[in-house]
């Protein structure tokens, strides 16, 4: 049982001059994880087959530190890990935690007496009419002090437990910035290589529209064909070669984008062009229970680190309405001259106590009691939202992959028929039963159908590497920096 506000009183008076009391304010505990399924619909086996893979949801299973790695890319493995080495968001947030730990070391030593030492060497003339005829002199001293002020109510306590919830919001941030900076690459890689196959099918699709385009150039030229017909394609054309500059920009800033996860300038980065055919889809995907969820996202840990610091901050405020006794000792030796100073003449020594009790600070203690409890009501809902917002995270990645996988289905059949009409056509042109326009309108509409399938091939492997960040990243696993003390448990 916790002990209440007069065992502690007394607990005061009774061990004053021994050991510190009782710690005041409310004890941290982690709310515990909410018992709820993760998706409104139970979650199939799989998703449908798409692409020849369908993707199985493996419930509970674990994830490892280096996800990516299941993409089974020589390129973006490496990619990922001249990141970890040369990013300066990581190497910030790596440093940012290093200080909030060394305060934390600097801070407990409040818990302990301070110890002092003194030497100097003085000169002095006392005044003739106050010290008779004394004159100027040299006053040697030699002393050591301590000091400690008891930690009755756990004032000091709750403090060095605020800063350490500090540290450990911090040590999730680093965890935060590792996953995001990982997943980004990810994302980036994938987005990279789905430019440059929209933009070999773009430029197939322009040049299936220009040899259109002169084909109806030569039957208007002939008679052949209306002037409309050509003007029509002209403005066919124009409007596909309108498509390719945007992709071939979001091409150049998607590479200056992983030169910038890498930690390089754009001018320095030459690593190698990333291809969809390249990237391995991963067959098995892990999904975590929602207490594991709760444990394993750097975000909701995050929170759970600042609900822990405004439970300590009420425990602060607290004490500070509460008594303080200080306890002070000094020895040494004082002479005038350094011969005679260690001698037990020149012993010099002295205790003192002090008892401080605020009376009237008008009102200040206790609107600061208030706002840390608002603070702390703050936080827990803060810390509520949060993990909302997380399950909402992965019921909506996991929603997305079983669309995806039929998005996908939807485009490889859709791929399928146009390239069998394309085969078809062809065979026909060849017998005199197409006009060539038909070949290249059947190659358009193939190459259209290439377009949305690179997309949703794309969107697949990008929402997979959303699923791995969703569930924590399987940052426990990680040996590049140590992990908190606790496990994956704050």
């Given at each position: 049982?916790?002990?209440?506000?007069?065992?502690?009183?007394?607990?005061?008076?009774?061990?004053?001059?021994?050991?510190?009391?009782?710690?005041?304010?409310?004890?941290?505990?982690?709310?515990?994880?909410?018992?709820?399924?993760?998706?409104?619909?139970?979650?199939?086996s799989?998703?449908?087959?798409?692409?020849?893979?369908?993707?199985?949801?493996?419930?509970?299973?674990?994830?490892?530190?280096?996800?990516?790695?299941?993409?089974?890319?020589?390129?973006?493995?490496?990619?990922?890990?001249?990141?970890?080495?040369?990013?300066?968001?990581?190497?910030?947030?790596?440093?940012?935690?290093?200080?909030?730990?060394?305060?934390?070391?600097?801070?407990?030593?409040?818990?302990?007496?301070?110890?002092?030492?003194?030497?100097?060497?003085?000169?002095?003339?006392?005044?003739?009419?106050?010290?008779?005829?004394?004159?100027?002199?040299?006053?040697?001293?030699?002393?050591?002090?301590?000091?400690?002020?008891?930690d009755?109510?756990?004032?000091?306590?709750?403090?060095?437990?605020?800063v350490?919830?500090?540290?450990?919001?911090?040590?999730?941030?680093?965890?935060?910035?590792?996953?995001?900076?990982?997943?980004?690459?990810?994302?980036?890689?994938?987005?990279?290589?789905?430019?440059?196959?929209?933009?070999?099918?773009?430029?197939?699709?322009?040049?299936?529209?220009?040899?259109?385009?002169?084909?109806?150039?030569?039957?208007?030229?002939?008679?052949?064909?209306?002037?409309?017909?050509?003007?029509q394609?002209q403005?066919?054309?124009?409007?596909?070669?309108?498509?390719?500059?945007?992709?071939?920009?979001?091409?150049?800033?998607?590479?200056?984008?992983?030169?910038?996860?890498?930690?390089?300038?754009?001018?320095?980065?030459?690593m190698?062009?990333?291809?969809?055919d390249?990237?391995?889809?991963?067959?098995?995907?892990?999904?975590?229970?929602?207490?594991?969820?709760?444990?394993?996202?750097?975000?909701?840990?995050?929170?759970?680190?600042?609900?822990?610091?405004?439970?300590a901050?009420?425990?602060?405020?607290?004490?500070?309405?509460?008594?303080?006794?200080?306890?002070?000792?000094?020895?040494?030796?004082e002479?005038?001259?350094?011969?005679?100073?260690?001698?037990?003449q020149?012993?010099?020594?002295?205790?003192?106590?002090?008892?401080?009790?605020?009376?009237?600070?008008?009102?200040?203690?206790?609107?600061?009691?208030?706002?840390?409890?608002?603070?702390?009501?703050?936080?827990?809902?803060?810390?509520?939202?949060?993990?909302?917002?997380?399950?909402?995270?992965v019921?909506?990645?996991?929603?997305?992959?079983?669309?995806?996988?039929?998005?996908?289905?939807?485009?490889?059949?859709?791929?399928?028929a146009?390239?069998?009409?394309?085969?078809?056509?062809?065979?026909?042109?060849?017998?005199?039963?197409?006009?060539?326009?038909?070949?290249l309108?059947?190659?358009?509409?193939?190459?259209?159908?290439?377009?949305?399938?690179?997309?949703a091939?794309?969107?697949?492997?990008?929402?997979?590497?959303?699923?791995?960040?969703?569930?924590?990243?399987?940052?426990?696993?990680?040996?590049?920096?140590?992990?908190?003390?606790?496990?994956?448990?704050?």
């Amino acid at each position: 049982m916790k002990p209440t506000g007069f065992h502690c009183r007394a607990a005061t008076l009774l061990l004053v001059l021994v050991l510190p009391g009782c710690a005041v304010g409310p004890d941290y505990h982690r709310p515990a994880a909410p018992k709820v399924a993760l998706t409104a619909k139970p979650l199939p086996s799989a998703t449908v087959a798409a692409g020849g893979v369908a993707q199985h949801f493996k419930p509970g299973a674990d994830i490892p530190g280096d996800w990516w790695t299941l993409y089974h890319s020589k390129a973006l493995d490496g990619l990922v890990k001249a990141a970890l080495a040369h990013n300066p968001s990581l190497a910030a947030a790596q440093a940012t935690l290093t200080q909030a730990e060394e305060t934390v070391r600097a801070d407990e030593g409040v818990l302990l007496p301070s110890l002092s030492g003194d030497l100097s060497t003085q000169r002095q003339k006392a005044s003739a009419a106050t010290a008779g005829k004394v004159g100027a002199y040299t006053l040697y001293n030699a002393s050591f002090a301590v000091s400690y002020t008891f930690d009755l109510f756990g004032g000091a306590r709750r403090a060095v437990e605020s800063v350490a919830a500090q540290a450990h919001y911090q040590r999730e941030q680093l965890e935060a910035a590792y996953l995001t900076l990982t997943t980004n690459i990810v994302t980036a890689a994938i987005h990279e290589a789905s430019l440059k196959a929209q933009i070999t099918a773009t430029r197939q699709l322009i040049a299936d529209e220009q040899q259109l385009l002169d084909i109806l150039q030569a039957q208007v030229q002939a008679g052949g064909a209306a002037p409309a017909q050509l003007l029509q394609q002209q403005a066919q054309l124009a409007q596909q070669e309108a498509t390719l500059p945007p992709l071939q920009s979001q091409e150049a800033q998607a590479r200056n984008q992983l030169a910038a996860y890498a930690g390089a300038f754009p001018g320095d980065f030459h690593m190698a062009d990333f291809a969809l055919d390249d990237l391995h889809l991963p067959e098995n995907v892990p999904v975590s229970l929602p207490s594991a969820i709760v444990a394993q996202r750097p975000d909701i840990r995050a929170a759970a680190a600042q609900l822990h610091e405004a439970s300590a901050n009420v425990g602060v405020a607290d004490a500070q309405m509460l008594p303080r006794i200080t306890l002070s000792a000094g020895i040494g030796h004082e002479a005038l001259t350094t011969g005679s100073l260690f001698t037990p003449q020149t012993l010099i020594w002295n205790l003192a106590a002090g008892l401080t009790q605020p009376l009237f600070e008008g009102g200040t203690l206790n609107a600061k009691r208030k706002a840390a409890l608002a603070a702390l009501r703050g936080a827990a809902a803060n810390y509520q939202g949060t993990v909302i917002n997380a399950f909402q995270n992965v019921a909506d990645v996991l929603a997305a992959l079983q669309y995806d996988a039929a998005e996908l289905k939807a485009a490889d059949k859709a791929r399928s028929a146009a390239a069998q009409s394309l085969k078809v056509t062809e065979a026909q042109y060849k017998l005199g039963a197409q006009p060539f326009s038909a070949v290249l309108t059947a190659e358009t509409t193939y190459q259209s159908a290439v377009l949305t399938d690179v997309k949703a091939q794309a969107t697949r492997l990008a929402d997979t590497a959303a699923l791995y960040q969703a569930l924590g990243g399987g940052w426990w696993h990680r040996h590049d920096v140590a992990v908190s003390c606790c496990g994956i448990v704050p």
